[in-house]
Structure formats: structure tokens, C-alpha cells
């Protein structure tokens, strides 16, 4: 007996725990209400040290966060406003062009000829010449120009619309990492609700035996039990820490944990799942996916007409006025003025192949974004349904594990008076208790995954943002 006092060193803080629920024991109509209530995720330990309410943060201030500071989504707003200014690169390219040319020289002149004996004489001569520009240019007819405006407008939907995608990216990622906290908060709670009940099972089984009315077996069996519930509450410690970690990295900020998941504000009755063919047609519309593909196949459309336009002819209007001095040889104390207004036409004769070879490439390039806008647009399909059946199916296994929680609870319940009439053994209600909290257990992930193909639904619809998390505030109230 020694042996067993001695392995199992209870805390006061268990001892007390271990006194209020002895009456649950004796009774056994309590157990399954404890096991209940024990699903609240317990306080960390650094916040009951501290004598302090641990800060928790709920779905929408974890979005919040995130997109306050995930890197990722920064870099595809910074290259979405960068693609912005292609546009008006494009735009300035169709209005009047003005430059401002200026050049001067220093002259060393050595010229020879003839004098009036027929004597060639040679003089040098040193000055400055010196010659100025102003010209202003403005393009008449260049059909690349005006594509290349549209080429920049597509170009800037692309990087919206994969700005929105990060966005919805981020959305899921901040949503599973909060749910994967949640999950191993509310495992620890049943592990920790679990312990403490195999505790009690524990002291009734040593009394029983002391008191000559119980077998060592009993003892045996419990600790043995006792001691695979601390391996599984140390392993369910690491587990929410590492996931803790993991959202608090997203978030960038320190957090000791996530609010609760209220079953009963869930209402999966509540939700309009509509059809498969709905979520698809709300999809291809706005799926940040798809519309990224179409303004990128806009783009390339533009690019093989730009390639098809470079054989086109050019007119351009010209105005141009030079004044110049000394830069003639011949008369080099002379300057000029010359004004000169017209037109300045050019048509491509032979470019070496070059055009042709460019609308291929052109042409290649919109048939690979038309083939993967259909690979993207038939893998969507397959995501919707799998989150549809996700959510219309996960409201019916919630259902049945709602009866198998309610069932296991009454198991115990049965067990416990058939133990006390000495047709049950103690590892019977172990089995039965442990049976109750893998139920307990399901229903927590199926109501978590409940939570999760609704958002991916959202997320694959391109719907998920801050509005449609904030209709999810109830589902995690603050306790």
C-alpha cells in the first residue's frame, strides 16, 4: 500500500478537487454533469500564478491582428500599388512628349585653300559652337499605346485580386490556427476533468481496500490508469503550446489563449447552405482565384494584339524649334533660328521575323492561362464539395454525437450502480468514463469542424472578411 501512497502524491489544490467530488462518486449521477462542466478550458498556469485573468483573444480580434501584421498580405498590397502606377506609365505615354535638348563645343579648327595666287594657305582657327533643341511630340496613331492602358488596367485587377486572395488565404490560416488552440484547450479540459475523476476513483478504490471491502487489483488497475491520463495531459500541454505559438507568430502578439466555442449560439439550422451549383456559381464569380486568372487572360488577349499592332505604321505630330550657332565649318561666326511644325510618319518594312515570333508567344501564353483557369475552376469544384458536405454533414455528426455524449453519460451512470451492486469492476467504470470523454471529444472536433468548412466555404466564395467574422461574435462570447 506504501507503494501506491507514495507514487501518487496529491497536491491540496487535487485533494480539494478530489473532496467536492466525492459525492459525485458516491452518487455516480453526478459524474457525467462534472464531466461537463470541466470542458471549459482552465486558466494557464502563469495566470494563476500571477493572480491575474489570463487575456484572451476571440476570432475576429485574431483576424484583425493579422491582417494588421502579416507580412505576406503587406507584400501583396505594396505589389498591388506598384502594379498601380503601370497604368499611369501607360497613360503618360499618350500625351504630348516635350524635350529639352542643349549641346556645346570647343572647336579647333584647321581648314586650308587656295589664295588669290593659287597658294594653298592653311588657318586655325579656335570658338565655341553651341546648339538648342525644344521639341514637343505628340503620337496620332500608335494602337500599342492605347492597348498598353488596357494591358495596365488588367494587370492591376490581377494584383487586387491577389491581394484578396491573401487576404482569404490569411482568413483560413488565422481561422485554423485559432480552432487548432481551441481544439487542444478543450482536449486538455476533458483530459484534466478525466484525471480528476480516476483521482476519485483512485482514493475510493484505496479505502475500499483498507477497509476490507475492496482488492488490490482495484488500486492496481486505477493507477495504471492514472498514470496513461498524466502521459496524455503532458502530451495535450505541448500540443495547445505549440499551437499557442503558432497563432501568436500569425498575430504577432503574445496571447495565452482563445475564447470557447458556445455550442449552443452555433445554430447549424440556422445556416443556408443552399446547393453544390450555387456555391459554384458564386465562385466562379468571385473567387479570388478566378478573377486574378481572368484579368491576367484580359491581359494576355491585349498582348497579342499589342504584338499583332508592331507592323501597324505610327504618326506622330512633331513641333520643334533649334537654335545653333558656330556649327558650321564653313561659316562658323553664323547662328540659326529654325521652327519647324509637321508630321512624322513611320510604317515597319522587315523586322527579321521578330513580330510573327511574338504573337505566337502571345498566343501561347493566353492558352496556358485559359487551360489553368479550367484546372483551377474544376479543383474549386471539388473544395466546395467537400466543405459543403463539410458543413451539411457536420450539422447531422454533431446531431448523432450529441445522443453519443448524452448515451455514454447514462453508461456511466449504469455502471456505477452496477459496480456498487458488485456486478462491475473498477475497470469497468474506467472504460465507461473514458468511453464518455472520446465522445465529449468527437463532438468538440466535429463541432470545431463544423466551424471550419463554413469559413473555407466563405473563403473559397472569396467572401471571408471582417464583416462575415464578426457574425461568428456570439459563437465565441467572452467568460
Known amino acids: ?42 486558466m494557464p498556469t502563469s495566470a494563476v500564478a500571477a493572480g491575474t485573468a489570463a487575456p484572451m483573444v476571440g476570432l475576429v480580434q485574431a483576424y484583425e491582428l493579422a491582417l494588421a501584421n502579416d507580412a505576406n498580405l503587406k507584400a501583396a498590397r505594396a505589389q498591388a500599388d506598384g502594379v498601380a502606377e503601370r497604368i499611369v506609365q501607360a497613360r503618360a505615354s499618350l500625351y504630348p512628349n516635350v524635350s529639352v535638348g542643349a549641346s556645346r563645343f570647343f572647336n579647333d579648327l584647321s581648314r586650308t585653300q587656295n589664295n588669290i595666287l593659287g597658294v594653298p594657305t592653311s588657318v586655325d582657327e579656335r570658338y565655341f559652337s553651341y546648339s538648342q533643341t525644344l521639341q514637343v511630340r505628340q503620337p496620332l496613331y500608335r494602337p500599342a499605346l492605347g492597348l498598353g492602358v488596357d494591358q495596365a488596367r488588367a494587370q492591376h485587377a490581377d494584383a487586387l485580386a491577389l491581394f484578396a486572395r491573401e487576404a482569404q488565404s490569411l482568413g483560413i490560416k488565422v481561422v485554423e490556427a485559432y480552432l487548432q488552440v481551441l481544439l487542444a484547450q478543450e482536449n486538455l479540459a476533458l483530459l484534466d476533468a478525466q484525471h480528476r475523476l480516476t483521482v476519485q476513483q483512485f482514493e475510493s478504490a484505496k479505502k475500499r481496500f483498507e477497509g476490507g471491502a475492496g482488492i488490490r ?31 501568436q507568430l500569425m498575430l504577432q502578439q503574445p496571447i495565452n489563449g482563445v475564447l470557447a466555442l458556445d455550442p449552443l449560439a452555433l445554430k447549424p439550422a440556422s445556416f443556408n447552405a443552399m446547393t453544390v451549383d450555387d456555391w459554384l456559381a458564386r465562385a466562379t464569380e468571385k473567387s479570388p482565384d ?28 512633331v513641333a520643334q524649334i533649334t537654335r545653333s550657332g558656330s556649327e558650321n565649318v564653313t561659316s562658323p561666326q553664323s547662328s540659326y533660328i529654325n521652327r519647324q511644325v509637321g508630321l512624322q510618319f513611320n510604317l515597319p518594312l522587315y523586322a527579321g521575323g521578330a513580330v510573327q515570333s511574338m504573337v505566337r508567344q502571345a498566343l501561347a501564353e493566353q492558352a496556358r492561362i485559359e487551360e489553368t483557369m479550367e484546372a483551377i475552376r474544376r479543383d474549386l469544384h471539388i473544395k466546395l464539395q467537400n466543405e459543403w458536405r463539410g458543413v451539411t454533414e457536420g450539422a447531422m455528426r454533431m446531431a448523432a454525437l450529441e445522443r453519443a455524449v448524452a448515451s455514454s453519460d447514462q453508461v456511466i451512470v449504469s455502471v456505477q450502480k452496477s459496480f456498487q451492486a458488485g456486478m462491475r469492476t473498477v475497470l469497468d467504470v474506467l472504460n465507461a468514463e473514458q468511453q464518455a470523454q472520446q465522445s465529449r471529444r468527437d463532438l468538440a472536433e466535429a463541432r470545431l469542424g463544423y466551424v471550419a468548412s463554413r469559413m473555407r466555404l466563405l473563403s473559397l466564395t472569396g467572401e471571408l472578411d471582417v464583416e462575415q467574422l464578426s457574425l461568428t461574435t456570439p459563437w465565441f462570447p467572452v467568460r
Do not use: F, W, Y
Open 290 to 317: 478566378l478573377v486574378a486568372l481572368r484579368a491576367r487572360l484580359d491581359a494576355a488577349r491585349l498582348e497579342v494584339r499589342k504584338a499583332e499592332a508592331s507592323h501597324k505604321p505610327t504618326l506622330d505630330a
Open 217 to 247: 487489483t482495484d488500486i492496481d488497475e486505477t493507477q495504471a490508469r492514472l498514470d496513461i491520463v498524466e502521459a496524455q495531459q503532458l502530451a495535450a500541454r505541448q500540443t495547445r503550446q505549440t499551437a499557442l505559438l503558432q497563432l
Open 1 to 42: 500500500m506504501a507503494v501506491h501512497t507514495t507514487k501518487l502524491k496529491l497536491t491540496p489544490v487535487r485533494r480539494a478537487a478530489s473532496a467536492v467530488m466525492g459525492v459525485c462518486l458516491v452518487g455516480g449521477l453526478c459524474m457525467g454533469v462534472a464531466i461537463a462542466q470541466s470542458i471549459t478550458p482552465a
